[in-house]
């Protein structure tokens, strides 16, 4: 039976068939795809030659560059296991990642290596396995480019299988510890030829990544295009520049691109004058992502982009793509994610008996797609919980109206989504509620115009504290990655936090009072 290749048997096949093919590039340099096979086996064998063997675990934090596509590419063909790492977390937060998995060798880009510098004295591992990207030498650190130039250009000899894991995820748990998911090959095969179905993609298409490619957005879109052998452009910026980013659509001949409203919005505030006759009749497809748009927001999106056509899509990193909304049921079923992509079984929306629930009602939502996650790192608890047979959710909940469509209600256990990335609140809780003025917390999610939703917080503290909302914000940042600091702190007493029967804070009539009282007694 022949099987789905694995990511780097995709690499090498279009560099065969297609050597001289645009494979992959940042706003500053390209590759073909014999140039990006070369390179990526190079780094493999480099890799190796560290004497890192098959499942070994390789931490990456840098920003969006085009040596994302090599090292994904590269620790494909050596059986080794990528762990992106999000740039913008605290040393603390890497540190846990970094041990909870194992790693045994790290890539970081120049910029970002104080962070790891932080951590590495904990983590033993020789210096040769500390690599650099950078145009400098550094003591205690190899380079990136020296690691490739040194090494051979010839396919490793490692047996990989479509069932080896790939990437490693890590995602926030409710525990308020990051839980890795489990990637494998054929799981990212199998859903980078569902994205293809679902979206119609030709090898002829240019997708700009903007999302981090350390997130699963990026990451399931650059295996999809690398799959068919199309382009992938990365918007290689540490922060997203909106007039920029215009401008690459219009110069570069991009026809996709996944986008939270953020950078919608963003776009859509650049004056028409600084557009400097850029057009984008080259745009088909784009996706908004990662949090809901305004309906005024998705028509001023297709204004500007009047070739293309707008989806919307709900997924998560352990489930890929759950359901997608096409353009032309955009606006037909307005405040819905769509229905299930195309493969899949049908959702399921279950009570809390593990009952169907009828359509209209509210349930939580598991999906069964054949491209879901192989598990929860080191957690065969949380793994089990996450499944009812063949059936996986991650805690969201959703109704189904009369026409199939999907409504998501609450997004995993009060999840808050800031500018594109994930906060939970148990995580943001749990590091307030280690000052010592903090007698009790809880953190959730408020409507904000330009990152969708900012953190807040309401505490209650100790008898006699007078801590204030500027002391304890300030306290968060060096023990939290900077967009999961609340942005601004209500100071409740014990009677005022709104709890339930059982003694569970109600996030939901907090929510409701930070919107309905936003210059309440801080």
């Not at 510890?177 to 679902?198: C, D, F, N, W, Y």
């Not at 405040?335 to 009570?351: C, H, M, N, Q």
Request: net charge negative.
């Amino acid at each position: 039976m022949i099987s789905l290749p694995t990511i780097g048997q995709m690499l090498s096949t279009h560099a065969r068939l297609t050597p001289n093919r645009l494979a992959a590039r940042d706003l500053t340099r390209d590759m073909n795809y014999a140039l990006w096979n070369e390179r990526a086996c190079r780094l493999a064998n480099g890799l190796l030659a560290l004497g890192l063997s098959k499942g070994d675990r390789i931490a990456v934090i840098a920003y969006n560059r085009l040596e994302w596509v090599e090292i994904y590419t590269a620790v494909a063909k050596a059986g080794l296991v990528a762990v992106p790492i999000n740039f913008r977390l605290t040393a603390s937060e890497v540190h846990y990642i970094c041990q909870d998995c194992e790693i045994s060798a790290v890539i970081v880009e120049d910029v970002l290596a104080e962070v790891f510098d932080q951590i590495r004295g904990d983590l033993n591992l020789p210096d040769e396995n500390h690599i650099l990207i950078s145009q400098d030498a550094q003591d205690g650190w190899q380079i990136y480019e020296a690691l490739i130039s040194k090494s051979h250009s010839s396919e490793p000899k490692v047996i990989v299988t479509p069932k080896d894991t790939w990437c490693l995820m890590y995602t926030s748990g409710t525990t308020g510890h990051p839980k890795g998911v489990i990637r494998s090959h054929q799981g990212m095969a199998m859903l980078a030829l569902m994205t293809q179905v679902e979206m119609g993609f030709s090898r002829l298409d240019d997708a700009l990544l903007v999302m981090p490619m350390c997130h699963a957005n990026s990451l399931n879109f650059f295996a999809a295009f690398l799959s068919l052998g199309a382009t992938v452009t990365i918007f290689s910026k540490p922060n997203f520049d909106a007039e920029l980013c215009l401008r690459t659509f219009g110069t570069l001949g991009i026809t996709f691109s996944s986008l939270t409203p953020t950078h919608f919005m963003m776009m859509l505030d650049v004056p028409p004058e600084s557009l400097g006759g850029w057009g984008f009749q080259n745009v088909k497809k784009l996706i908004v992502s990662s949090a809901p748009a305004r309906v005024d927001t998705k028509k001023a999106i297709m204004k500007m982009f009047p070739n293309s056509g707008l989806y919307e899509l709900y997924g998560s990193t352990e489930a890929g793509w759950v359901t997608f909304l096409h353009p032309e049921e955009l606006f037909g079923h307005v405040g819905t994610v769509g229905r299930e992509v195309v493969g899949s079984a049908p959702i399921k929306l279950l009570d809390e008996s593990g009952k169907e629930v009828p359509d209209g009602t509210p349930g939580e939502l598991f999906s069964c797609g054949p491209y879901a996650f192989d598990g929860y790192w080191n957690l065969p608890e949380k793994t089990t919980e996450a499944f009812r047979g063949t059936y996986l959710s991650v805690g969201d909940i959703a109704l189904r109206d009369k026409d199939g469509f999907i409504r998501l209600i609450d997004r995993k256990k009060n999840m808050i989504i800031s500018g594109g990335e994930n906060v939970y609140p148990t995580e943001v809780e749990a590091v307030l509620a280690q000052h010592p003025e903090v007698k009790d917390v809880a953190v959730v999610g408020c409507p904000d115009q330009k990152w969708g939703e900012r953190v807040a917080a309401a505490v209650v503290r100790t008898a006699g504290s007078t801590l204030s909302q500027e002391a304890l914000i300030a306290w968060s940042k060096d023990k939290l990655a900077k967009y999961k600091c609340p942005k601004e702190v209500v100071f409740l007493s014990t009677e005022e936090m709104p709890r339930n029967a059982t003694g569970k804070i109600l996030h939901r009539v907090l929510r409701e009072r930070f919107a309905s009282n936003p210059n309440q007694k801080r």
